[in-house]
């Protein structure tokens, strides 16, 4: 009769594991085939968009200085991209909203694991947190004016107004949604609370808090042009926000739409070029890439 | 009882891994108190593989977590005589942003060892379950088994780091259900992998299940325990049974399973 130890358990068991591997991705077949499928759909769109927009300006429904043509915005935003003057909108907003994203960022992350860690943190200013969320930032440029003057502080106080709430609750339902047994198993594996938190909670919460610090982001800069729209001065200043409120005043509608197109770019362009590789990245990592 | 250890590991000095002593647990508080474990005394010698068996509620995961560490008894002493027990749980519970090797090395970085020092035992305690050349995954990219083997490296490392200083103490392998969650195929492979284990670190261990066969095959000793609360019923020698005898056993075992669980048919 054979027995059972004749066959190398070794052998079995490198058998098992290559039977039971799951299989890899495939690695995305062609850089170029995905860079053409995920670029086209959107292009295709907008373009869409624009044909419908020309169709709609020469069946002439609304006068001119209601819908203008496509044309006419891209003339006034290639002629203010030409003479500098789009750079200049774009950095005195971008580098105020940069600015005031990672001060969020530092106060943020602190209150954030204060309050999913520490309970009566948590039960005192949790549903304010929360609730700040849907107050719109925009509701606080008032009390900033009045309290600031029109000044930088103005307009960094209603960012972080708008952006902390959301990058702390972020953390904290990343927090949250760690399994359980994860914690259970650094404390067995010898961790203190301390080496806990930056061994196991911290990169456990990551996914939550990256999402979070990508709303965070969204908000800093809806934040930001609201308060550029509102707050208007000399001393501010030239933003993107401005430069809308400029198109307003002068009934210019050209102006609005090259600046509603640059504040869309600015936003939509971090988004892609900062936020999207990095939350790729830390997805794949775990094998949770299916959504990208 | 037969000891069936190699003689590589030299008789320590004390007689137990960890011994329990009227060990009581009760959740809750006052008259809502449920008793999860009623008065529980077992004695584990080093170098020794106990199988906690019993039906669901029986209190063996909470008798695991008192020992481990991770909860407080009511009533009664746990004297542990060996380094931090390694703990396996019934999924492997890695960690996801960490590869198959730094997960192992994870509490040896906990622990201070340095970096040279760990790169070397983390090599060992793979090679040890045979995962060698798989230290670069990640865990979603291996089998479920291979998980189950990482985390079986994992807590070894937990538990024998160190070892010129922890090497005078017995070390304590606790593992709560750790092969309930895998296919038959990779259940019958790992058992025979942790006999091998078993053997060549000498650590003893504290092997929880419901499975009897698997109790018979992999325990020198079988502890039957009640459900609700749970205590020691009943305890056989399982050494060195095979074949027949082995069948036998089960069937014994069995039985008075089967009765344990049939008195609370009535309540």
């Not at chain 1, 719109?136 to 309290?147: E, F, I, K």
């Not at chain 1, 926000?241 to 504040?263: H, K, Q």
């Not at chain 2, 509620?57 to 005589?81: F, M, Q, S, Y």
């Not at chain 2, 593992?175 to 003893?204: C, H, K, Y």
Request: hydrophobic letters at 50%; glycine letters at 8%; a neutral charge.
């Amino acid at each position: 009769m054979p027995q059972l130890d004749d066959i190398d358990a070794a052998a079995v068991e490198r058998g098992l594991d290559a039977l039971d591997t799951p299989p890899g991705q495939e690695q995305g077949r062609n850089r170029l085939n995905r860079f053409v499928r995920a670029v086209l759909p959107p292009v295709a769109f907008l373009v869409l968009v624009i044909v419908v927009w020309q169709v709609l300006w020469a069946a002439a429904f609304w006068p001119e200085y209601q819908l203008p043509a496509p044309l006419a915005v891209w003339d006034e935003l290639w002629s203010r991209i030409n003479d500098g003057e789009a750079i200049g909108f774009i950095w005195t907003s971008v580098h105020r909203a940069v600015l005031g994203f990672l001060i969020a960022i530092l106060i943020a992350t602190p209150l954030g694991l204060l309050v999913a860690k520490v309970r009566p943190v948590r039960a005192a200013i949790g549903p304010f947190l929360s609730g700040l969320q849907s107050l719109p930032s925009v509701a606080w440029v008032p009390a900033a004016v009045l309290w600031f003057g029109v000044t930088p502080t103005t307009m960094y106080a209603v960012l972080l107004l708008g952006s902390v709430p959301s990058i702390a609750n972020g953390l904290v339902a990343g927090i949250d949604q760690i399994p359980p047994i994860l914690p259970r198993v650094g404390k067995v594996l010898g961790a203190g609370r301390l080496a806990a938190s930056w061994h196991i909670l911290l990169p456990a919460a990551l996914p939550g808090y990256l999402a979070g610090l990508k709303q965070g982001w969204a908000f800093s800069w809806r934040s930001l042009m609201a308060a550029e729209i509102i707050a208007t001065s000399p001393l501010l200043g030239k933003g993107l926000g401005a430069y809308l409120d400029d198109g307003r005043t002068l009934s210019n509608m050209d102006t609005v739409l090259a600046a509603i197109a640059l504040i869309l770019l600015v936003g939509v362009g971090i988004e892609l070029l900062v936020f999207r590789p990095l939350e790729r990245a830390v997805l794949r990592a775990r094998g949770l890439s299916g959504a990208l | 009882m037969t000891a069936t250890l190699d003689d590589k590991t030299a008789k320590p000095a004390t007689e137990h891994a960890v011994r329990l002593a009227g060990v009581h647990k009760s959740f809750g508080q006052g008259a809502r108190s449920v008793a999860a474990l009623a008065g529980v005394d077992l004695d584990v010698a080093p170098g020794q593989f106990v199988c906690l068996l019993g039906a669901s509620g029986c209190g063996k995961t909470t008798l695991l977590n008192l020992v481990a560490g991770l909860d407080k008894p009511t009533g009664g002493e746990i004297e542990l005589n060996s380094s931090r027990p390694a703990v396996m749980f019934q999924e492997a519970a890695l960690m996801p942003w960490l590869t198959a090797a730094a997960n192992v090395e994870l509490p040896l970085k906990l622990a201070g060892v340095s970096r040279s020092a760990r790169k070397t035992r983390t090599g060992e305690l793979l090679e040890l379950v045979r995962l060698d050349g798989v230290g670069s995954k990640r865990p979603h990219e291996l089998s479920g088994g291979m998980r189950q083997r990482v985390a079986l490296a994992r807590a070894l490392a937990s538990a024998l780091h160190s070892s010129d200083e922890s090497a005078a103490r017995p070390s304590l392998l606790l593992m709560d259900e750790p092969f309930s969650a895998l296919d038959a195929i990779t259940r019958d492979v790992l058992q025979a992998e942790l006999i091998r284990v078993w053997r060549s670190t000498g650590a003893a261990v504290v092997f929880v299940t419901h499975d009897v066969r698997e109790a018979v095959r992999l325990g020198e000793r079988v502890v039957l325990l009640s459900s609700r609360p749970g205590r020691v019923v009943q305890e056989w020698q399982a050494g060195d049974v095979s074949g027949v005898a082995e069948a036998a056993l089960v069937d014994t075992i069995n039985y008075r399973l089967r009765e344990v669980i049939s008195s609370h048919a009535a309540a």
